[in-house]
């Protein structure tokens, strides 16, 4: 019987069938055999291409998702077979049609390395050196790749006794047959044979020389192993040798030319841009090796610079080139080669300025794939020392000389400045045809003008000898105001200028450009109106000290026509991914309804009306993850402020909103679940207590409890959310059901407490229970969940379950709740098995207080003191457990009083400024941090200082109590210290 999994692959490539065949795979995918049988299907060639692709990103994202999962993990038997499998998938994916197959499974071998070796693969790298052979290039690519793909990983590990263990034991097995075949190889390729090799066979052995430099950074950059330290001459070279990297930054076999058009690097572009960072990676970590080679180095990647050409698939291996220069520069031993003048200008003149030119593909790309030209362009600003492109690897080499020393700041700013001059000047001589002069010379100014960026602050210091004001009013602003005549490269430059410098100017300076870039949301030029979005949302963004500096005050008069602006830009698009692809402009609409707050609410239907007609369109056809984020945070920002402002503007959103709730819910949108529930949440939230609930949520509350809302990880933060808010607004109704509240723990027992994941959940949802459920029906299930607790304490205990499970005995002796005192969680235990409370004091609650949180001492200190002072603690035997107890008092003492105060509501808001989804939708939770409302305290009688408090109740008990008095004396005459602290 053939399998169905092929049929239901080919289906999931298919729009209008994707859903119903991504379901019947996800119901299998749990089977035994499942993950197994992917990777057979992606081997087997009788299966169409698209099926074995689909198939290998199944298997990848299963191998991801399930290998380590707790909730649903690959099965034993399974795994055994996959990592039987995997070197040798490999292997037989060494054609050079399976290279995208190939490169799948490689990410999921590195997957199973990162969890299993050595431990429970202990025979990974001995299996791969087994498979190396000295003729069959073919097999030994596939090899090396996989390798590539277990030890790249290791480079951006922090570093550990573990991390050295694996890496020691992997290059123990691996360095001499690495080394062998590096020779070998290198040999070959630089003998006079390969000159008659044809095109083929050479670009096999230069793929295959690629991987091994790869692997040589791989395998030194967390540190420098022996072997590499003694071969380091054989590499580097030397007086007396050149060294491999020399001859492979000079090899350029004419076979492997190419074409110059196309943008894809060749094998020896590909190993020059990796030698180079080696050099780079020796320079900063193992600079007194690379030391006395810099020169001979430096000089090299100079003429390599001077011999390139402008083709776009020689850019990484030039901005590599400079990146190198630029680390050299900052490098003190050799910092000499970098502070002569002539060479300064040299540098300037030849590489700088060269590489800071406007490219043609960037032209045609600003027309024909404007977003992608943004996006690159913005790399600059987050990640200064990318080297992405020419450009930045330009401006980063300016910074390098700017920083050597005050004198070579000088000159080198003398000689960027006189290079600015003269493109300007080029530029003023004919506008129309040198308007590229003009566009360099911005770049040049932006480089040796700032000294330091981040992505939040855009350039946060400059360059005391140039003047940015200045010369923005005399180079900038105009092209910013222009309606005709500039070329809209220019305008986006005078808009980014903006961007990048917003932190040196003015609050009053930023309100006067402001009007000139909603202007420009107007545009008709796509790179115009996103970067004057992009811009405005980030001027709205600056912080001074810790307060926002724009303030609905700031933009109540420009919050609606910005608004509108963006709108417009957004619906002008007709397809869900159209609508969805410009992140930006609804990034900006939510940082608008942010900082405009409560001025919006004479238009906050129209608005709402706006971001729900998007919602509704996007939804059709989710594609973007991060548009989707900023969308809902919009909505959410706009039910905060609005309802705020005026509470009866609620049941207009409730109306509005619910309808694309019902939609999102029925029709299973999984990459909108989490949001909508959290949306369904902060309007419950904002009605009043007591007051009536309305209708749609009682209909909505069973779905909440059934198993299968619950089985996406990204829902349980939300739905425990919402559980918590229908328990707080409505809990008579959920009492009176008379089912839901053991549905509810029937919820906590089997998804949340038995997982390590989210067992904190499952205490949340216990205390939201414990504090809105009258005493007398909380009594019918006490019993079972303090059982039900112990049970997983007793299983599964970790070090984290632990502090939940005190905590929650905290919790609830320190709930101020008529009739729900200490003693009916002690009476509790107590009916489980007589004489289990003490065991329970003695072995787990007194022994955790040292690990607590400083944010929860108010918290665990009042439920302690409460305890304490209960009659069944002044009872024997529990009473024997005081003077353990008490002990807490000294761990709180010596820390400072907890802070009760929740995060101020700036801060809090300050924080939406996230792009956590680029890599596609995510099991993971997505916060709305505008959704989220203030916690109730539950120890808010304590106030701020916890000891005094404490302090002050045990006095009051003890001129009541005798039995108080006692232990105290007892305590004292054993403890001095707690003598002293308790005053």
Known sequence: MSSPVPALLAQSLVIDQRKNAEAQLSSMAVTAGFVPHLLQIVLDRS??????????????????????????????????????????????????????????????????????????????????????????????????????????????????DNLYKTINLALSQFVEPYFALFRATGTLLTSADAAGMNAATLGLLGDVMDLLFSLYYDMTAQDLPPAFEDAHEEFFGSETQEGWFVKFLQWNPPQLEGDPDDPTPTAPLRIKTTVLEICELYTQRYNELSAPRLPIFVQGVWQLIGASSPAVREDGMVAQAIRFLSVSAKTGSHVELFKQEATLRALCEHIVVPSMGLREHEEEQFEDDPLEYIRRDLALSIDPTSGSTRRHAASELVRALLSISTEVESTTTTIVQSLITSALSSYAANPQENWKHKDTALALFTAVASLGSTSAMGVTSTNANVDVVAFFGQNVYGDLTAQQGVHAILQVDAIRFIYQFRYQLTKEQLLTVLPNLMQHLASENYVSYTY?????????????????????????????????????????????????????????????????????IPIFQDVLTNLVGILNEISKNPSNPTFDQYCFESIAALLRFTVTGNATTLSAFENILFESVRTVLQQDIDQYVPYVLQIVAQMLEMHATGESIPPIYASLFPLLITPVVWQQKGSIPPLVRLIKAYLSKDSATIVASGTQIPQILGVV????????????????????????????????????????????????????????????????????????????????????????????????????????????????????????????????PQINTWSVQISFFAGVSISEPANANVAADADVLSAIDHEEQTAGYQAAYARLAASETTTADPVAYVGTDVVAWMKAQLSEAATRDSRVQQQLSVVGRQTPLLTKILG
């Open 47 to 160: 299966q169409d291409i698209p099926v074995r692709q689909a198939a290998c990103v199944y298997f990848k994202n299963q191998i991801k998702q399930r290998w380590d999962d707790e909730d649903s993990p690959i099965p034993d038997a399974d795994k055994i077979t996959v990592r039987q499998n995997l070197v040798g998938s490999m292997v037989s994916l060494s054609q050079p049609t399976d290279k995208l197959l190939r490169s799948q499974v490689g990410e999921a071998v590195a997957t199973v390395a990162k969890h299993d070796f050595p431990d429970a693969w202990p025979d990974l790298v001995s299996n791969l050196v087994g498979t190396l052979t000295p003729s069959d290039y073919t097999t030994n690519l596939s090899v090396l790749q996989t390798a590539h793909n277990i030890f790249a990983p290791w480079k951006s590990e922090i570093r550990s």
């Open 532 to 600: 004057a979005a992009i811009t405005i949302e980030r001027i709205l963004f600056i912080k001074r000290g810790s307060a926002m500096l724009f303030s609905q005050a700031d933009i109540h008069e420009t919050a609606a026509p910005m608004l509108r602006a963006l709108f417009a830009k957004i619906h002008k698009e007709k397809t869900p991914q159209k609508i969805a692809e410009n992140e930006y402009l609804m990034k900006c609409i939510m940082r608008v309804v942010l900082t405009a707050r409560q001025t919006l």
């Open 749 to 876: 027992q089997q998804r949340l407490i038995p997982s390590k994941l989210n067992d904190n959940y499952g205490f949340d949802v216990l205390e939201a229970l414990a504090t809105y459920i009258p005493q007398e029906e909380l009594g019918k299930h006490w019993k079972a969940v303090l059982l039900m607790l112990m049970n997983r304490l007793q299983t599964t205990k970790t070090e984290k379950y632990q502090g939940l499970f005190v905590r929650f005995l905290c919790f609830m002796m320190a709930l101020e709740k008529p009739a729900l005192l200490p003693s009916f969680t002690v009476r509790a235990v107590e009916e489980i098995q007589p004489g289990l409370w003490v065991n329970v004091v003695t072995g787990i609650i007194v022994p955790q207080m040292p690990h607590f949180r400083q944010r929860d001492r108010r918290l665990v200190g009042a439920g302690v003191t409460r305890l304490l002072l209960s009659e069944e603690m002044l009872v024997a």
